[in-house]
């Protein structure tokens, strides 16, 4: 495929969807990752071909190590290379620490953080054997300042910060690049369901006075995975209207 490849994690909704979206635009074939449902992944590849854009579907829970050891075989047999890894799978189990379970913990950072770490251990072969690559994480505000009620979600986002750098250090000397990119509140699904009362108290730590669109964060991406940004690596670019200074 004469096309750059990319693999966006959870992308069949919010920033995931817009992500492939854009990558599509820039000329990308997008491989749009999905969990559970086939049907959202469907209409994100439908939108990208309304566009003028192609793509595929490819279900595989990042969670599972053998599974994304498959997808990545599969991508490799299939399109002879992936260019660009965005990993952007991720859930929320929102609870205070005194009354966080275990499962509620664990879920977490096992699509979080670990999904991170199996598509990037599965993907880095074949990086390595191109001499090329560009891996960005989509990590979170909250993995840097913290979020009362978020200890888990708090935690995978900061591992992720952490595993970026690392990666970032152990790649570099052939020519791949990773970084991280860390929205603040962004009008997703996962947002929405806020009441108004916590939606102004978070606008109210925004210096922008306003919540992010998806769009914002697939600019940065689109940025970080073009040859534009092939002298950056290892960094964390807050996307948040000022949260983090």
């Known amino acids: 495929m004469e096309k750059k490849v990319a693999l966006v994690t959870g992308a069949s909704r919010g920033i995931g969807r ?28 439908e939108e990208i071909r309304e566009n003028g854009g192609d793509g595929c579907i490819y279900q595989c829970d990042v969670a599972d190590y053998q599974q994304t050891e498959a997808m990545a075989r599969d991508l490799i047999k299939t399109y002879g290379h992936v260019d660009v890894l965005v990993n952007n799978a991720g859930i929320t189990r929102d609870n205070l620490i005194l009354r ?29 054997k191109q001499r090329s ?7 979170s505000v909250s993995g840097v300042l913290g979020n009362a009620g978020q200890a888990n979600y708090a935690a995978s986002k900061a591992g992720i910060i952490g595993l ?3 990666v970032a250090r152990e790649l570099a000397s052939r020519g791949i690049t990773v970084n991280a990119v860390a929205p603040g509140f962004v009008h997703t699904e996962m947002t929405e369901v806020l009441s ?4 102004e108290a978070a606008v109210a730590q925004i210096p922008l006075g306003r919540f992010g669109e998806p769009e914002d964060i697939a600019n940065v991406v689109a940025f970080l995975a073009s040859e534009k940004a092939d002298y950056i690596t290892g ?11």
């Open 18 to 45: 817009q992500i492939s979206l854009t990558l599509a635009k820039e000329g990308m074939f997008v491989v749009v990752n999905y969990c559970g449902s086939e049907a959202r992944a469907k209409g994100v590849l």
């Open 100 to 128: 966080m379970s275990e499962e509620e913990f664990d879920a977490v950072v096992e699509t979080n953080l670990k999904g991170c770490f199996h598509t990037i251990r599965h993907l880095s072969r074949y990086f390595l």
């Open 133 to 139: 690559g560009k891996i960005i994480n989509i990590a």
């Open 164 to 166: 970026t750098k690392t």
């Open 196 to 199: 108004e009362q916590v939606k």
């Open 235 to 245: 960094q964390v670019i807050c996307v948040d209207g000022g949260m983090v200074m």
